[in-house]
C-alpha cells in the first residue's frame, strides 16, 4: 500500500463530464484527499472531443484517438512517473488496453 501522500493515478478514456468517469474515478477525490492522497486523473479524450467520439464514423475516431494519443502519451508518461498507484478504469484506450495495462502497472500498485 503507498504511503500517505502518495499520488495515486487515474487513467480514463473520457472526462469527468462523462459518467463513466465521474462515477467510477472522479467521485472519489476527496475521499482520497482525506487519507492523504493525491488522485491524478489522466483522459485520452477531452470535453470537445466527445462530439466526435459519439457522433461521428469510425475513420475520423480512429484519426482522434491516434492524434489524442500521441500528443498525451508525455503526460501520461510523467504522471506515471509521479505515482504510486494506478487505478485503470476499464479499456482506458479503446485499442491495446492489456498493453497499457502492463505498461501502467511496472512498478506500480495497478488496480
Partial sequence: ?????????A??????????????VAQYR?????EG???ELWTLLDDEDESTWFERATVPRV???LRR??????????????ASLVIVQREALPFGPALLEWWLG???VLV
Fill in 1 to 9: 500500500m503507498p504511503a500517505r501522500g502518495a499520488t495515486v493515478l
Fill in 69 to 82: 494519443l500521441v500528443t498525451k502519451l508525455p503526460a501520461l508518461i510523467a504522471a506515471k512517473r509521479r
Fill in 30 to 34: 476527496d475521499a482520497l484527499a482525506n
Fill in 106 to 108: 511496472r512498478g506500480r
Fill in 63 to 65: 484519426l482522434l484517438l
Fill in 11 to 24: 487513467v480514463a478514456e473520457h472526462p469527468t463530464r462523462i459518467a463513466a468517469t465521474r462515477l467510477r
Fill in 37 to 39: 492522497f493525491e488522485l
